[in-house]
């Protein structure tokens, strides 16, 4: 039995505070398929539906549970499961190509772990290849399935550099992170103007000119 107070959990949480770099799961989190996942939470998500008093036997809400179920696992937190990781394929450098590579405005819809509401933004990631390189379509995958899990910002964009430097073989990666959070706009402070800038740096991303060039480049807006 843990003996947490639950009201304690409220100001750090609501702070958006993380605790590691590794998304918190249980040894067994992966025990259950998918299917029996999605009839667990169907029923608990009826339970929830017909507590707020919302009658299920309507036509417009009778199939929501299922629906809320199906789309928890199959979409949204699909990143959670080591097995829908995408298969990196590195390919040798054959050009020499050995300035920045940015990809930028990659859009981003993941959900915050603390009111699983969404997190709306944009990842700018960048390296410079060395011996290897990856397949551009990667970045992208890469961010996605690090953002279809219940996340903070701070550790998806961490998440996201350490996944880059183990595909590329490389430390000389840099990603940043613009968010907007459901739960800061919608409720709480009710911001909406408000967005959470993320950025982590490493290798050659740590020299100011390699970042001035990156912050350049994912600033210069298309016509
Ligand atoms: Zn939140």
Redesign the pocket.
Known sequence: MDNQDPENDNEAM?D?LMSSLETPLRPDAFDLSDQEKINIIADHFKEIMHTLGLDLTDDSLKGTPRRVAKMYVKEIFHGLNPENKPDIRRFENKYKYNRMLVERDITLYSS????F?PIIGKAHVAYIPGEHVIGLSKLNRIVQYYARRPQVQERMTMQIANELKQALQTEDVAVLIEAD?L??MSRGVNDVTSSTITAEYSGLFLEDNYRTEFLSHIRRRQV
């Open positions: 609501d958006h915050c772990e603390h009111h509401v959070h739960c800061v």
